[in-house]
């Protein structure tokens, strides 16, 4: 069972910065795209940024210059600087994995049930 631990949200002031971590676990051979969502009140989730296994990224227009995504393959771990964060950053931030090979009993990676997996999801609260 694919399982991930979101960390680091929290309040911070206009200008400020937050790092945001998320870790899978599960037997995790290889995630091909990992990313973070976010989803603010009355609104529609939304993609922030992507990174595949080959270092491709995609960002948000809205985070481009301001937000990095990074990723540790080791550790299976997603990463989110967030600098110069703005009151329209607030919301839900939530971890995906996409593509996910598990190790199976006889030590070959397949490919688990579900397409995409979801955190729980972290505050992230800009304000003054």
């Known amino acids: 069972q694919v399982q991930l631990e979101e960390s680091g949200g929290g309040v911070v002031q206009p200008g400020g910065s937050l790092r945001l971590s998320c870790a899978a676990s599960g037997r995790i051979a290889r995630i091909t795209t990992m990313g973070w969502y976010r989803q603010a009140p009355g609104k529609e989730r939304e993609l922030v940024a992507t990174?595949?296994?080959?270092?491709?990224?995609i960002y948000a227009d809205s985070v481009k210059g301001r937000f990095t995504i990074s990723r540790d393959n080791a550790k299976s771990t997603v990463y989110l600087e967030m600098n110069s964060l703005k009151f329209e950053d607030t919301a839900v931030y939530y971890c995906?994995?996409?593509?996910?090979?598990?190790?199976?009993?006889?030590?070959?990676?397949?490919?688990?049930?579900?397409?995409?997996?979801w955190g729980q999801g972290t505050q992230v609260t800009v304000s003054s």
């Open positions: 990174e595949t296994m080959g270092g491709q990224t």
């Open positions: 995906t994995v996409q593509r996910v090979h598990t190790w199976s009993d006889d030590g070959v990676p397949r490919r688990a049930p579900e397409f995409d997996y």
